[in-house]
């Protein structure tokens, strides 16, 4: 039972190239989502995913691309990375049951992104 | 907007005891959580309040005010291991979450 894994685990871009970040959870959750933290700073939601072939933006969607074909699976793409995207990106997944039910996140182990 | 506030750091020494505050103002809120994060790692889950009141889970506890948008963490019998970055986490209807900015917690010996 491997978690939340997430590849690659490091990535130095330059700017105007695209790329895809993969994200996979073996929990059978219902729930994903992306997140991105700058240095010094809270988690700050990208898109999430409230189930397989759905997805929704959070706080700071713009520059990101999303895709939820199979429910282990969760993929942010940048389309032309920029230097303001320069961040640790963590994903997560959380079971969904209920609303009213503690709804932990699991977060897998990041990964570095540098656009030059 | 949707926002949460908490202090950017907390110092204590071992064995002390240590309360973390966050307020919050989002919409569709129905709890809040913590999380833990050591330096380069991944954010991991402590505690969650879905109702006001207090929620203890061995040496750390939680408690919420839905009447004062107000939620602490408190940690008892301080270890070193215990310094790390501490988030707390609206949860919105939605599925929506929003993080506090975090507070790092440097335990003394």
């Known amino acids: 039972n491997a978690g939340v894994t997430q590849t690659p685990k490091f990535r130095v871009l330059k700017t105007g190239q695209s790329m895809t970040l993969l994200c996979a959870q073996d929990?059978?959750?219902?729930?994903m989502y992306w997140y991105r933290q700058d240095p010094g700073m809270g988690l700050r939601l990208i898109h999430y995913?409230?189930?397989?072939?759905?997805?929704a933006k959070g706080e700071v969607p713009d520059g990101y691309n999303v895709s939820r074909l199979k429910k282990q699976n969760f993929l942010l793409g940048l389309e032309s990375a920029a230097p303001s995207q320069t961040s640790v990106y963590f994903c997560a997944s959380s079971s969904g049951t209920s609303a009213y039910l503690q709804e932990t996140q699991y977060f897998g182990p990041g990964t570095r992104l540098l656009v030059l | 907007g949707q926002s949460l506030e908490q202090p950017s750091e907390v110092t204590a020494v071992e064995g002390a005891i240590v309360q973390i505050n966050c307020t919050y103002q989002t919409s569709g809120f129905y709890g809040l959580s913590w999380y833990q994060q050591h330096d380069g790692g991944a954010p991991t889950f402590l505690s969650y309040n879905g109702l006001d009141g207090l929620e203890e889970t061995g040496r750390f506890s939680s408690f919420l005010s839905r009447s004062d948008s107000y939620g602490y963490l408190l940690l008892q019998e301080l270890q070193m291991k215990d310094s790390a970055s501490y988030f707390c986490a609206a949860h919105n209807y939605g599925q929506n979450f929003v993080f506090g900015p975090g507070t790092r917690l440097s335990v003394l010996p």
């Open positions: 995913s409230v189930g397989e072939g759905t997805t």
């Open positions: 929990m059978n959750h219902e729930y």
